[in-house]
């Protein structure tokens, strides 16, 4: 396992921008398929977006399509999470994820490195 560090999270206004990023402590990310998932309040972990190991193959949740972009930096061991157009209902712990086996999977228990999350609050 990787551990994972998330940063970037914070309070916005609906309609604002923010970027998320993931690095791993004191390791690579060794060729591993990266996601990122959201968790709110009372509900279940969700799939938000994931990115394979070149960048070239993403896989969103219809509710971060056309505003949410993945991105990563094998070359800077970093993980990115664009999100534009923000609104309340994007308010959630964020967390990064690693799955080793390089699946590019939206299911949060395929994933074997977690960070620790991340606050992001959007105010309406």
């Known amino acids: 396992q990787v551990q994972l560090v998330e940063s970037g999270g914070g309070l916005v206004q609906a309609g604002d921008s923010l970027r998320l990023s993931c690095a791993p402590s004191?390791?690579?990310?060794?060729?591993?398929?990266m996601g990122w998932f959201r968790q709110a309040p009372g509900k279940e972990r969700e799939f938000v977006a994931a990115?394979?190991?070149?960048?070239?193959?993403?896989r969103y949740a219809d509710s971060a399509k056309g505003r949410f972009t993945i991105s990563r930096d094998n070359a800077k061991n970093m993980l990115y999470l664009q999100m534009n157009s923000l609104k309340a209902e994007d308010t959630a712990v964020y967390y990064c994820?690693?799955?080793?086996?390089?699946?590019?999977?939206?299911?949060?228990?395929?994933?074997?490195?977690w960070g620790q999350g991340i606050q992001v609050t959007v105010s309406s």
């Open positions: 004191g390791r690579t990310f060794s060729r591993a398929s």
């Open positions: 994820a690693a799955d080793r086996l390089a699946r590019l999977t939206t299911r949060f228990w395929e994933y074997d490195s």
């Open positions: 990115i394979s190991w070149s960048g070239s193959s993403t």
